[in-house]
């Protein structure tokens, strides 16, 4: 596992929050750049987005950079992350980041984008969360289940978690 003093070597992305505009969705802008999965599709008109333009600076680590493997808990995820100083994300920052870079080929990994808190999905019937990747087809964005409070069993080492960067590391890179 990472020390906080590691974090600084991780990749990071930027990505545009606030972009949609009220008459605009992001199942509209998505239509354009990326597949959207079923389960995906139906949260994209439900869920909060910024009112103000703002950028947000994604830190990317790997399942196993936090400490963590498929089948862990996601509290243990969390936890894992709030030690090094990052932070959740926003919902909305999936669909933008798929906006942001609809290029981005991720070298066959999955992100998964660690909300506050993970969403109710009925037609899954357990709490999920976005996860971003890209396949023969495209980009894709779609649901990944935290059944039972834990990641999926199938969920590799390598695979990507999306973060909120710590301050200092915002800053630093800002300046």
Known sequence: M??????????????????????????????????????????????????????????????????????????????????????????????????????KGFDGRVIRVVPE???ADQGMGAETIFMIYRDLTGLWLHTDCIVDGKLPSWAKDEDLLAFGAPIALSRALAG
Do not use: M, W
Request: glycine share 6%.
């Open 2 to 103: 990472l020390n906080c003093h590691d974090v600084l070597s991780l990749p990071t992305l930027s990505v545009t929050l606030g972009c949609v505009e009220p008459a605009t969705t992001y199942r509209h802008l998505l239509a354009r750049v990326c597949l959207v999965g079923t389960h995906a599709n139906q949260h994209l008109e439900k869920i909060p987005t910024s009112r103000e333009r703002t950028d947000f600076l994604l830190v990317l680590p790997t399942l196993n950079q936090i400490g963590v493997k498929g089948g862990d808990p996601f509290g243990l995820v969390t936890e894992n992350a709030d030690r090094l100083g990052l932070s959740p994300c926003p919902v909305e920052v999936a669909p933008a980041f798929c906006c942001s870079y609809p290029k």
């Open 117 to 119: 808190r993970p969403f």
